[in-house]
């Protein structure tokens, strides 16, 4: 008898939630459900929204409104991608679609009718991938919404798709970075009606982040992908006619031989046409060093200790015939790798510099794990510290590293082929998603009580930056997180017992950074290439 009463119960709770969950948005109302968080919290979900509409190549526009209201209990497709095999890389999976500009909002409550709005901070998640892979379903809320916090995630285009800059008004570049500040336009506008506080919504000088001569790549993928590269006109016209996953398809052919940068083979450009419509017309290392910054927020720099762990990288560690690939071809390779081909005055005797530095001359299974060390730094700890040098000008800096070896490590997957001795290494890159979220990749779920108890502590450490501008939720002996500048660029590291601790530049990076510092300037130096002016 109490059983059933307490099933009526049940269900007639759950059947009013239910009931409360259309909601009015810009362009339509949506109807949503509720799902259970990580400590059995009910939560209200949305999926699918549409954000933006565009055409191929083409910056995006509102989507068009709808009158009924909308089915938002689904994920939207994700843009179009392969999903990479890391064990067989024959065997790829396209997945998605152009129409993929779509969002995810996740709230613990809703705004009441005839009652006085409570609004909650609001998360905005940029989903990673090295710009060509992942999207928003990967990305489960549960944990966050253990929290009084509203959380967006979203869809946005991806690689070649999302990049292609032609220098004209059919393919001005930075389509993806377009497609962001539309689905920020749109949380803006209508995060209040599911609960969100507009007014809290919360490294720039990565040098693999910008492209600097977009005409000589999409020539370069015009010729892989079979189109003529005579003209724009014809490239462009060509581009347009192909299906989806013959360009992606193509896209990942591009590194097969190692002789291209792996981080971004298309990423953000300079736009020289509709500049009142343009989402970069300077350098961005140019508008940082000297202060010509529209928005200037708090920002914490965030970083795991072996940030350089990436699954390409555990290829070459793993497989010694691309170790003897790259000492071959290593003059070749290791400038486009490293993105110095451009900006080095000699980059061979760079070249020769890095590989003294880091392997002694010679790339093998005993040295191997360097290169974990070598992009480390050069895409991550560096350029993290560079913009950390300018930034706290402007605005609050606090630079945390991760060490924290998880139970589920991103290290554990990308190794598991390892023949050499491989160790599971601190805080891989990756490894501080799986913080926040069930990531699919390394870890269906947190089960481990040391992994849990982190799990908390760093989400409510991020919800306190989002509340107040300032990480002031820390643990352990660190009271008090001060700002980057002030600790003489210090800050914390989580360490490999979870605890909280102060750090500052140690010896390895002093050594590191003789070494990289001319690098550095000459990628501030950089011109970039106009490519409303070059001719094909």
């Known amino acids: 008898m109490v059983r059933g009463i307490l099933s009526v119960l049940s269900f007639l709770v759950v059947t009013l939630v239910q009931a409360d969950q259309i909601i009015s948005t810009s362009f339509g109302k949506v109807q949503g459900n509720i799902a259970i968080s990580r400590d059995e919290k009910i939560f209200h979900q949305f999926l699918g929204i549409p954000y933006a509409k565009a055409e191929r190549f083409q910056a995006p526009v509102n989507p068009d409104p709808w009158n009924d209201v909308r089915d938002a209990t689904k994920h939207g497709p994700v843009c179009p991608q392969i999903i990479p095999n890391f064990d067989d890389e024959a065997s790829k999976v396209f997945l998605g679609s152009e129409d993929c500009l779509n969002l995810n909002v996740f709230s613990p409550k809703l705004p009441l009718p005839d009652q006085a709005k409570v609004l909650l901070p609001v998360m905005v998640w940029f989903h990673g991938g090295g710009g060509d892979v992942d999207g928003a379903m990967n990305y ?39 497609d962001q500040v539309l689905m920020l336009k749109w949380v803006q506008e209508n995060i209040e009606n599911f609960g969100g506080d507009p007014a809290r919504d919360g490294s720039p000088l990565m040098p693999h982040m ?48 190692l002789t291209e940068n792996e981080f971004l083979k298309f990423g953000p450009s300079l736009e020289y046409t509709s500049p009142e419509n343009a989402f970069m017309i300077e350098s961005p290392f140019l508008s940082l060093s000297e202060g010509r910054i529209s928005n200037k927020v708090p ?50 005797a760079v070249t020769r510099k890095i590989m003294e530095h880091y392997f002694n001359g010679e790339i093998n299974a005993t040295n191997a794990y360097q290169l974990v060390n070598l992009i480390t730094y050069r895409y991550f700890t560096g350029p993290s510290v560079n913009s950390g040098d300018y930034y706290p000008d402007h605005a609050p800096t606090y630079a945390l590293m991760n060490k924290y070896v998880l139970s589920n490590s991103v290290s554990k997957t ?22 926040q979220f069930p990531w699919p990749i390394n ?58 601790q102060g750090h500052s530049i140690s010896k390895e990076y002093i050594n590191s950074h003789k070494l990289w510092a001319p690098m550095f300037k000459n990628d501030l130096a950089a011109e970039f290439e106009n490519p409303a002016e070059e001719s094909f």
């Open 140 to 178: 489960d809320p549960q944990y966050y919404m253990d929290t009084d916090i509203v959380l967006v995630t979203f869809n946005a285009r991806l690689g070649f798709l999302g990049y292609l800059n032609l220098g004209n008004e059919f393919a001005s570049g930075n389509q993806r970075l377009k």
């Open 443 to 500: 870890n269906p779920g947190i089960n481990k009580s040391s992994d849990y108890t982190l799990s908390k502590n760093f989400i409510q450490l991020l919800i306190s930056f989002a509340e107040t501008g300032k990480p002031t939720k820390t643990w352990g002996e660190i009271k008090s997180w001060l700002p980057y500048h002030v600790q003489k660029r210090g800050g914390v590291t989580i360490e490999n017992d979870g605890s909280l």
């Open 414 to 435: 990308f190794g598991a082929s390892c023949t050499f001795g491989f160790r599971v290494v601190e805080g891989a890159n990756g490894d501080e998603i799986s913080f």
């Open 299 to 348: 920002w914490i720099t965030s970083l795991s200790f072996n940030s350089g762990f990436l699954a390409y990288t555990s290829k070459i560690i793993t497989r010694p015939s691309l170790q003897q690939k790259l000492n071959t071809n290593i003059l070749k390779v290791l400038p486009r790798y490293l993105d110095y081909e451009v900006t080095a005055k000699d980059p061979d």
């Open 210 to 257: 910008f492209i600097r001569n977009p005409i000589q790549q999409a020539k370069r993928y015009g010729e892989q992908v079979g189109c003529p590269v005579e003209s724009k006109e014809g490239l462009l016209e060509c581009l347009k006619g192909k299906r989806p996953e013959d360009l992606v398809l193509s896209f990942h052919r591009w590194d097969a031989d």
